[in-house]
């Protein structure tokens, strides 16, 4: 093996390891929030020793501001997917990608759940993922208002309020989840979906999400 390649095979294994380091992140700040969070227990939940983080990052703060970084972009990457739609079906969208990445890979999910779960902005992973939620918040909010204008969504409807529910419900499936692995994630995804639609729909005799 030249030089080269080796260099090259040990750059891909600390990707590797920072990639699960940030992962477990992800479950222990969905778990226990940002405040709790150690180096030690990153280091024993993604498999590795426990100064293996601080051998990366540095520090806490360094690792939290790359976490930052990457519950960021996984949500985005959830998101992204759903930009053809406005209205009551871009909110079902938004809410069924989110329920989608929880199954094919959780991580991302979880990503979803730092990002809406907590209100408080002190508590907030970061200020970036505390304006990420006002964002998303903001454009749940948008599509909910875009649906009365167009009249599929009832005109009673308050979209801030809407928005801030339907947040709620996707936070409160996967603490459930987070509580319990064997949690039908799915079957509960299809009855959020369903509550959504005939909660804002004005033909409430609609078909099925």
């Known amino acids: 093996m030249t ?6 095979t040990q750059e891909e294994r600390r990707e590797e390891s920072e990639q699960r380091m940030l992962a477990a992140g992800v479950r222990l700040v969905a778990q226990l929030g940002p405040e709790k969070l150690t180096l030690t227990d990153v280091g024993k939940i993604a498999g590795y020793s426990r100064g293996l983080p601080a051998h990366h990052f540095g520090s806490r703060e360094n ?63 970061s200020g970036d993922i505390a304006e990420l939620r006002d964002k998303t918040l903001a454009l749940l ?41 064997g949690f039908n994630i799915a079957a509960a995804g299809e009855q959020l979906l369903e509550l959504i639609q005939h909660a804002l729909s004005a033909n409430l005799t609609g078909s099925k999400p």
Not at 66 to 94: C, M, R
């Open 3 to 8: 030089e080269s390649q080796t260099r090259r």
């Open 63 to 125: 690792y939290l501001k790359a976490l930052a970084s990457y519950v960021a972009i996984e949500f985005d990457k959830t998101l992204q997917e759903v930009d053809q739609v406005s209205g009551l079906e871009a909110v079902l969208e938004i809410t069924r990608a989110v329920l989608d990445q929880l199954r094919a890979d959780p991580t991302r999910g979880l990503a979803t759940h730092i990002v809406l779960a907590d209100p408080k902005r002190d508590r907030a992973l």
């Open 141 to 181: 909010s948008h599509h909910i208002a875009e649906g009365i204008k167009s009249g599929e969504i009832r005109s009673t409807v308050e979209p801030d309020y809407a928005c801030l529910l339907i947040a709620a419900g996707i936070c409160g499936l996967i603490d459930s989840l987070l509580a319990d692995v």
